[in-house]
């Protein structure tokens, strides 16, 4: 599976829009984007995946560029509650499991 | 739906005892992972079961570890005798089918003295 490089830490105002930049040069194209976020003593948490397209859900938006070496993942109006580590995770389909990098540690501040 | 369940959320023990961690999957689900998650670091695959066979257990230290899924649906992590640097938090996350997302359970946070 693909390595992702990302920054360690990130600040957002509260109600601004959090932008988290993840890097996969290196991903082939069976590979999907993964991001998952762990809040302080919590299990990781699903947010979002994609393959090649933009996603949206009721989390956040997830824009893919279009050669796919690199995505930023989108929190259109960040809470404290959105304070978190935020791992971005590139894996094939079907692959055995996830390899969770350092992340990025989100800090929404009031 | 219920997600993952995880017993004990805590547990602390002195180095040389044994320890069992408990997980409960999403319902349904056929693959289940166990996950060491040391301070600082991001999870780190221990055991992957498919239904009740182990798929993956090339990164468990079985020497000291050992997990077990026998009907299919919970599991067990043991760890006997525990060392100071099994200190960590135990995720179990479980799968759907082929190709879909991984949930996790909230963790079991385990500290030797």
């Known amino acids: ?83 978190a580590v935020y791992y971005c995770i590139v894996i094939s389909t079907g692959a055995n499991n996830l390899f969770f990098g350092t992340g990025t540690r989100l800090t929404v501040i009031p | 739906e219920a997600g993952v369940a995880q017993s004990p959320r805590y547990k602390i023990i002195e180095k040389r005892q044994s320890v069992a961690f408990w997980c409960n999957p999403i319902s349904g689900h056929a693959t289940l992972y166990w996950y060491q998650q040391i301070l600082g670091q991001g999870p780190k695959l221990l055991i992957q079961f498919q239904n009740n066979g182990v798929v993956d257990d090339s990164q468990l230290p079985k020497d000291r570890f050992s997990a077990e899924r026998l009907k299919g649906v919970d599991s067990t992590l043991k760890i006997q005798p525990a060392k100071l640097e099994d200190s960590a938090v135990y995720l179990c996350a479980s799968r759907g089918g082929w190709g879909e997302t991984q949930y996790f359970g909230p963790g079991t946070r385990l500290l030797v003295l």
């Open chain 1, 1 to 83: 599976d693909a390595k992702t490089t990302q920054p360690p830490s990130m600040d957002c105002a509260e109600g601004r829009a959090a932008n988290l930049p993840c890097n996969h040069s290196t991903i082939s194209g069976n590979e999907y984007v993964y991001w998952y976020r762990q809040i302080h003593s919590q299990g990781p948490q699903y947010i979002i995946h994609g393959l090649k397209n933009n996603e949206t859900n009721e989390m956040a938006s997830l824009i893919i560029t279009e050669d796919r070496k690199s995505s930023t993942l989108i929190l259109p109006h960040a809470t404290l509650r959105d304070t």
